[in-house]
């Protein structure tokens, strides 16, 4: 998989960044140094491709971190959750979608986080990367993370 760079003049790597976009109160721009330290989870997942993969990432859970810029939710109705999309992209353009429920904790609970490490690998220049240990095959493991949009366009119900 490529390793997006981003240089700067003086040939330094400069950390790449992550928007975080869409329907939130305060949208945001990231870095990995950005993304607190969290405990480690270690996941193991099966590519279709390369096989099974065993690895440790570290990093905030995605729910924090989205929690922190504000989705423009309806405070007063839980229910109002359920109509908001997460897209994550990575800088080749490979995308999953998640919905908010799946990682909310009155929901789903999915442990999702957004890595800033892998095997005690800093992801700081190639971006965070979205880690679903609940997932049997690695293909929502979107790396080199660089938007994640929340979308609350379905909706609201009647
Ligand atoms: N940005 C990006 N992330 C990606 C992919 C990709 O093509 N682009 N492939 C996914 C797939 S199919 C797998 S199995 C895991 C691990 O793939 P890797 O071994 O190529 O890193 O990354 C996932 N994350
Ligand atoms: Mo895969």
């Known amino acids: 998989m490529g390793r997006p760079r981003t240089e700067s003049v003086a040939g330094a790597?400069?950390?790449a960044e992550v928007a975080l976009t869409g329907d939130?109160?305060?949208?945001?721009?990231?870095?990995?140094?950005?993304?607190?330290?969290?405990?480690?989870?270690?996941?193991?997942?099966?590519?279709?491709?390369?096989?099974?993969?065993?690895?440790?990432?570290?990093?905030?859970?995605?729910?924090?971190?989205?929690?922190?810029?504000?989705?423009?939710?309806?405070?007063?109705?839980?229910?109002?959750?359920l109509r908001f999309l997460i897209a994550v992209t990575g800088a080749d353009g490979h995308r999953a979608l998640l919905s908010w429920a799946e990682i909310d904790p009155d929901?789903?609970?999915?442990?999702?986080?957004?890595?800033?490490?892998?095997?005690?690998?800093?992801?700081?220049?190639?971006?965070?990367?979205l880690v679903l240990p609940q997932d049997r095959c690695g293909a929502r493991y979107v790396s080199g993370v660089n938007t994640i949009r929340v979308d609350g366009r379905y909706g609201p119900w009647a």
């Open 13 to 15: 790597v400069a950390p």
């Open 24 to 81: 939130l109160a305060r949208p945001a721009r990231l870095t990995v140094p950005d993304l607190p330290a969290w405990p480690q989870h270690r996941v193991r997942f099966d590519c279709a491709t390369s096989g099974v993969q065993h690895h440790r990432f570290e990093g905030p859970l995605l729910h924090d971190v989205l929690s922190a810029v504000g989705p423009l939710f309806d405070p007063d109705r839980r229910k109002d959750r």
């Open 107 to 129: 929901f789903g609970r999915a442990p999702v986080l957004l890595a800033a490490g892998i095997d005690d690998t800093s992801l700081e220049r190639c971006g965070p990367q």
